[in-house]
């Protein structure tokens, strides 16, 4: 099949911003949607979704949570710090050896200060929020760290509810045999370090691989189905390329407790407050 100029910009473009919160980590709460019937999110115009329907706060059975309202001297903070051990670039796809990519959703990634010069820190993976606690360390997302778990790439998140617009600048740059070059260097241009905006690159590549048919039909869409329910587009790269976005990337919106404009039901949503020495 052919590939448009504007198929190829759905395709990268709908899985980049998709991949801002990835599929539910496991066990995160037991509350659904009957007792939570207002999902996660910061809905606009592209959403499909209103207030009514989705809203930066959840309260499930009891369970009830807000993340703070970060400012902009609090976000650029972050990405002035500087990440001691920063993981490797991909050498490779990884969507070529999925199973080499387990997930661990109940083990967290931790923020260790380093007293070796003002503002480092380093990024390690505990078995549990206490063991990081435990070990002096901040917890910054449930999940194995990875290669958006730095401050730096956490910054990005913070400062766009819905990178869509960004996402497809740089989805046009990637030419019809795969030239990563230009979409690259729009994706780090964004914020991003070069290992996290490797995994959208692939994550994007995999999802126009599988969810061509989808995405073109959903070109004009709203993200979100009146029920709450993903586009077709969406869902596929969902169930495409979330899982090794998500083990690969370790961060996502919904693990480190941020809100988007994909809403999301509020039992996959950790609860993460980013505050770090």
């Known amino acids: 099949m052919p590939h448009t100029q504007a198929g190829w910009l759905l395709i990268l473009a709908g899985a ?24 996660f999110g910061t809905p606009n115009v592209s ?62 990634c931790g923020v260790l200060p380093d007293a070796s010069q003002p503002g480092a820190y380093r990024l390690q993976t505990y078995a549990s929020a206490d063991a990081a606690k435990q070990a002096g360390a901040t917890l910054t997302h449930y999940g194995d760290c990875g290669l958006c778990s730095p401050l730096a790439d956490l910054a990005v998140y913070m400062n766009s509810d819905d990178l869509t617009g960004p996402v497809r600048s740089c ?10 070059g230009a979409a690259m260097a729009c994706l780090t241009a964004l914020g991003f370090d070069q290992p996290c905006a490797q995994i959208w690159y692939y994550n994007a590549l995999n999802t126009r691989a599988h969810c061509l048919s989808p995405c073109l039909a959903d070109l004009s869409k709203p993200y979100q189905k009146p029920d709450g329910a993903l586009n077709d587009c969406l869902q596929c790269d969902e169930d495409q390329s979330g899982p090794v976005f998500k083990a690969v990337a370790g961060r996502t919106r919904r693990n480190s407790g941020l809100p988007s404009a994909i809403c999301r039901p509020c039992s996959t949503v950790r609860h993460v407050v980013h505050t770090y020495p």
Not at 18 to 39: E, F, I, M, N, Y
Not at 174 to 179: F, R
């Open 47 to 108: 959403t499909g979704l209103d207030a009514s329907a989705c809203g930066p706060a959840c309260a499930c059975g009891g369970d009830a949570w807000a993340p703070p309202a970060y400012t902009q001297q609090q976000i650029d903070s972050l990405a002035q710090r500087t990440l001691l051990d920063p993981p490797a670039p991909l050498a490779e796809s990884p969507y070529t050896h999925p199973q080499d990519f387990p997930a661990h959703p109940d083990q967290v």
């Open 171 to 180: 989805a046009l740059k990637v030419t019809p045999d795969g030239g990563a």
């Open 16 to 39: 980049l911003f998709a991949g801002c919160g990835k599929s539910p980590a496991s066990g995160v709460h037991d509350a659904g949607r009957a007792t939570c019937q207002t999902l």
